[in-house]
């Protein structure tokens, strides 16, 4: 039962858990206007710009049409979509549609098929914001690392179970109230004590009437008695 009782609470807090997350990551997908707002930097392209692993928090709010030269933006692959790059605006090759070429800061030119033609079908958003190096806890969560913290916080929930298990237990065995508290039967012994004087006191007040009865009855006795020898 006990075994149930913990695997249920585990579930509960990793349902919670879950929960928290989507509804957080909904919001910033919400807040920043795009599927995905958070990406590392795997290359050395943008440098000094950006380094590798730094985190960019990229906004879909800026559309496409609103981007210029200088802006750097987040966009797939324009030859097959099979990268997400992020690289700096260099020219607008063409108002309509609009089309644009792109250059890492770090790379001597633009390259074909990577850097344009970018278009409003390649554009994901313009970054936003930069956090420096936090892209190194990504590092953290590949197999098998990862499995060993799901493990690790799992086991954590476990323990968190069993010690409100056991605190409840201790709760419950020092409730006033339970019949097997110490006090309480203390309390009761000596409520049984006091009852037992009580009684004890009632029947020595008895046998003094009773006693104080047989000697007056004595004394009726002598006397009748002693007029009788008179007479």
Same mark, same amino acid.
């Given at each position: 039962m006990a075994k149930k009782s913990i695997s249920k609470g585990v579930?509960?807090?990793?349902? *919670?858990?879950?929960?928290?997350?989507?509804? !957080?990551?909904?919001?910033?997908q919400v807040a920043f206007g795009t599927q995905n707002p958070?990406?590392?930097?795997?290359s050395g392209s943008m440098i000094p710009v950006l380094q590798v692993y730094d985190v960019l928090i990229v906004s879909g709010h800026v559309t496409f049409e609103e981007i210029d030269v200088g802006d750097i933006i987040v966009f797939n692959r324009p030859s097959d979509h099979d990268r997400v790059i992020v690289h700096r605006v260099a020219s *607008?090759?063409?108002?309509?549609?609009?089309? !644009?070429?792109t250059k890492g800061d770090a790379n001597p030119a633009s390259i074909p098929g990577t850097d344009f033609p970018i278009t409003q079908e390649e554009y994901i958003g313009k970054v936003a914001y930069t956090i420096p190096q936090i892209g190194y806890v990504t590092q953290l969560l590949k197999p098998p690392i990862n499995y060993v913290i799901i493990a690790i916080v799992i086991g954590i929930m476990v323990v968190k179970q069993m010690a409100k298990r056991k605190n409840e237990k201790v709760l419950s065995l020092s409730d006033p109230l339970e019949k097997d508290n110490p006090d309480t039967i203390e309390e009761l012994s000596d409520i049984s004590k006091v009852e037992k004087d009580l009684e004890y006191s009632e029947n020595l007040g008895k046998l003094d009437i009773d006693e104080s009865e047989n000697k007056h009855e004595e004394s009726d006795m002598s006397t009748d008695n002693d007029k009788s020898k008179f007479s």
């Open positions: 579930i509960k807090d990793i349902i *919670i858990v879950g929960v928290g997350v989507l509804v !957080i990551w909904i919001g910033l958070f990406y590392v930097v795997a *607008i090759l063409n108002e309509d549609p609009k089309t !644009i070429r």
